[in-house]
Each structure stands twice: as C-alpha cells, then as structure tokens.
C-alpha cells in the first residue's frame, strides 16, 4: 500500500523529528520508528523492529502531486527551523488525510521540537488509543519525558519499549542516559561497561562520549565522537548525538563538518 510518507527503507530513526533533531534525520525518514540493534552501519544505524502491519490499517489512497510537493515543503521548513511552518503544512495535509498514522507521528514529533510537551503528548496517545502498542507513539512520550529531565519517568518508557525489543541499541542508551543525568554514577558505570563495542550502532561512542562529557573530559568525549563519525553516516550519529547536544555538551551536528574539531580519535578497547 502506497502512502505519503513511505517508510524510506525503514533506516534511520525513532523519531523523525526527534527534540532535538536534524533535518537531515527527518528527510532520511519521516517516519518515527524506533531502529533496532541489528541494522548495518551502512544502511543507517537501524532498521525498525518492525515495519507498520498494513493489514489492520484502512486503505490510505496514494499521495497527490500536490501532497508530495506540500511534504518538501514541510522538510525544507524544518530543516530551516521553520517548526511552526513544518507544523502548518503538517496539518493541512493531515486534513486531506486523516487516517494517515505517519502523519500524525510526524505532527507528534514537531510538537515535541518545539517542546509543546502537552500536546505532543496528546497527540502520541490519540495515536496509541488505535494502536497500543505502536512503538513510535510510545517512544515520543518517552522522549517528552526526558527532555523536560523527568528521567525517571522517561527511563519507565524506556525499559518498557527495550522489554519488547532488548535488543535495540537506542532504548539502552537512552536508558543509560536517564541515570547519568540524575547523577547516579555508579549505575551509570555499570551499563557503561555493557555496552558493545562492537556493535551496530553509534551508542558504544555516544554513551563513551557522554560520561567523558559528564566528568569534564571533553578531548575524550570528542576522540570517541570523531572515531563514530568515521564508522557511522551522519543520520545515526546524530540521532545519538541529539540528548548531547541538548544537555549543552555539543554545539553543533556531527558527521559532514559538524564532528568535533580535529581530535584524536579514541584509542581501541582492548579485547575482552
């Protein structure tokens, strides 16, 4: 079945426009589904777990001419923070399309950026009234949560959505998160050690970066940023990098002139 906002290889993202996200994320992948853990860095970091059953879902007519032209405007918007502009055409297309479930999850995510915590909240749980269980919905509630630093609230949604996926790389390092910002070092550290260096996705780099970050070792931070930018294309990097960026840790956007100033890169774990 063909929509307005194809899933696009299902590559990158758990939200399209994640708080605080990049346009690029949002062009790659308007559709906010979680990734999961097994995806290959050169396909983008994450595959989602699982794709939308379209089975259950009402027939969505194809996109007009004018519908897919009103879509690059919205994504020319947002990649120029023009949220509330973003927002409007989401709207007016949300009007022709009603049933559009990726559109509303688009709608949920702009609210989020432009931290209107209410109502994007509102708007993930008219989503999850039809679906309960739709994992995106459930990820931006999650993501309002912690970005207004209610962690512990955020890190229940979490644990919630890693239940149902352990193995998606993004919900243990956004848990991981939760304690590090609420100072719990020693929690902190432990899930530090677990994550795999090895794997494939940027947390290993990104959850390295962020303790570094934390204890004032910002050449160390950076070393472990520069050598994800290496290995990861910019849309996965940066969905990691978004929680750095808004706890001040980052000025700017990795990968494609936006990594870190030149430094050295972080030296290789020893093997285990």
């Given at each position: ?30 559709t906010p ?147 590090l910002m ?25 959850a390295q ?64």
């Amino acid at each position: 079945m063909k929509r307005l906002l194809p899933l696009l290889a299902l590559c990158a993202v758990p939200a399209a426009l994640p708080l605080p996200a990049s346009a690029q994320t949002l062009a790659a992948n308007p559709t906010p589904t979680p990734p999961a853990s097994s995806a290959s860095p050169s396909a983008g970091s994450a595959a989602p777990s699982a794709a939308p059953d379209s089975s259950a879902a009402p027939a969505i007519p194809a996109p007009t001419p004018d519908q897919i032209a009103k879509w690059q405007q919205a994504l020319n918007a947002f990649a120029g923070e023009k949220y509330a502009d973003a927002l409007a055409i989401v709207e007016d297309l949300i009007k022709a399309r009603p049933l559009d479930t990726q559109l509303l999850l688009v709608r949920g995510n702009i609210l989020l950026k432009m931290e209107k915590w209410p109502q994007a909240v509102d708007q993930f749980n008219a989503i999850l009234k039809n679906n309960p269980k739709d994992a995106s919905a459930r990820y931006g509630i999650a993501e309002c949560s912690y970005y207004q630093q209610k962690y512990a609230d955020a890190r229940d949604l979490y644990q919630k959505l890693s239940a149902d996926d352990p193995r998606n790389d993004l919900f243990t390092y956004k848990i991981y998160l939760t304690y590090l910002m609420e100072g719990n070092m020693t929690e902190a550290k432990n899930r530090l050690d677990k994550f795999d260096f090895a794997g494939n996705s940027p947390a290993y780099y990104f959850a390295q970066a962020a303790w570094n970050y934390k204890q004032g070792k910002t050449a160390d931070a950076e070393g472990y940023i520069a050598s994800s930018v290496g290995i990861y294309p910019p849309i996965s990097n940066n969905l990691f990098a978004d929680p750095l960026m808004s706890a001040g840790w980052l000025k700017k956007k990795v990968g494609q002139g936006g990594a870190p100033a030149t430094p050295a890169a972080a030296p290789t774990p020893a093997a285990k």
